[in-house]
């Protein structure tokens, strides 16, 4: 037994689960080495922008107050512009998480009698009560701008004639979630974002497409805003942080669009020009230039999840062999008792209160119980390993994260060791799976 599968077992994963996980590894490799290119390209890509901008040791400084003239703070969103291929970037501490990025992107560039669409079906939870689904105090309903939704068809694909219909005279902007969510959809890949704006701005050229990008940059080598996005909206607390950034939200997009952002995030006549970025952006610099390769970590954490739990005969998405295009993977239990036992797994594999028991709760903004494992450095961080799933049917738990790959693995050896202990996966059915792995590698 070698020292590394010894401290496994000190770890609490036993010899099974461990043989399981390692056999299942064996298979993965080629696509861990395709990960690894895209992220190579990616590290290029966000090096580059940094160096094109000519990131300072004073950038990595901070201002206070009003923020006038904060060097790092516009460095850092010309560095993001560079990145994302866009004309400009508000990136600040002061946007709080994904959900407010999202609504500051819209509630500034729609105005009253405008109307939104969603082609691509029930945006994330959250923004329901942004955009009045559920009703909701401030929410972009109570200014006067209606909602249109347009479903994706049964398999997955664009429902164009729908999508056509729908698009008026009122029709300002297009939301497009690039991930699933909480929901078993496919996530788009950027072609096929590209093929939809396409669509959009030939049957009326000047609606704003915004793509809600959380979880899915650097998973490929290129940006929804590559292939014709107005806007980018996303989280620092998700890739582009790259686990460091301890807060933090950012839009990338037109000119137009980043400064209607902008003089909404602060004030009229004062847009861009203040908002002290305080001592944060070391931080948001060194995450950004972590984040391609921590993102990688996370995918591979994704493809051996799956593949771990569709040979034990779940049903997973993406499968175990589909491409990927965004770090979450989700995986259907079907009861309440294993979605609890997977994230306690995922909960006791953290570097920070692994010794606490995650319980559902009541979480603003969700309409049923979320149980979430995160023992993170960053509260909330989902790009640091995280599990969370509703406590609803069909009782499917979403997995993403891990800030190394190596952790990734420990955490998913972690909850299959939950589920054995749990009864809900047997020794005999590892062992099956286990089966399957060498068949198919002979
Ligand atoms: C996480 C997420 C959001 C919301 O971000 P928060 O930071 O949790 O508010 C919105 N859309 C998608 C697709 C997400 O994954």
Redesign the pocket.
Known sequence: MSDTDKLYGAMGIGKEVLAYGNAVLEGLLDRFAQIDRTAEYNQLKVLKAMQENQVSEACLLGTTGYGYNDLGRDTLEKVYAGVFHTQDALVRPQI???????ALALMSNLRPGDELLSPVGK??D??EEVIGIRPSRGSLAEYGITYRQVDLLPDGSFDYEAIRRGINERTRLAAI?????YQTRPTLSVERIGELIAFIKGIKPDVICMV?????EFVETREPSDVGADMVV??L??NPGGGLAPIG?YIAGTKECVENAAYRLTSPGLGKEVGASLGILSNFYQGFFLAPVVTAGALKGAVFAANIYEKLGFDVAPDGSEDRY?I?QAVTFGTPQAVTAFCQGIQAAAPVDSHVVPEPWDMP?YDAQVIMAAGAFVS?S?IELSADGPLKPPYAVYFQGGLTWQHAKFGILKSLEALLRKGIVSEEEIANAMEKCRKTKK
Do not use: E, F, V
């Not at 809600?212 to 899915?216: H, K, L, P, S, V």
């Open positions: 709080t998480c994904g959900t407010h990025a999202l945006p994330y959250t923004l979630q690039r991930s699933k969510g809600d990008n959380c979880y899915g996303g989280s607390i998700k939200g965004d979450i903004g909330g989902s």
